[in-house]
């Protein structure tokens, strides 16, 4: 599956809700670059992910603001 920069994606193996910074990070298709927010430390984080390791998050649609 490829996944696009803002994608909001899990880890099949679960965690937080991620959100999708570099697609082919490196120049590497296949590693996906996620960035999600750390509520326990405050701060944003970042990992780098092979991408069959991630799911897309089809969960309940945000509010949209108008």
């Known amino acids: ?3 696009k920069v803002g994608d909001e994606v899990l ?3 679960g965690g937080p809700k991620m959100t999708v910074i570099d697609p ?6 296949g ?3 996620c960035q999600w927010f750390s509520s326990k430390d ?4 970042s990992g780098v992910f ?3 390791t ?3 998050d089809l969960g ?3 509010a949209r603001v108008v």
Do not use: G, H
């Not at 082919?24 to 298709?29: A, C, L, T, Y």
């Not at 405050?42 to 984080?45: A, R």
């Open 24 to 29: 082919n990070w490196n120049k590497q298709p």
């Open 11 to 13: 880890l099949k193996s």
């Open 42 to 45: 405050d701060v944003f984080k």
């Open 1 to 3: 599956m490829s996944f």
């Open 54 to 56: 991630l799911t897309p």
């Open 60 to 62: 309940t649609p945000r």
């Open 31 to 33: 590693r996906v670059k």
């Open 50 to 52: 092979a991408e069959e």
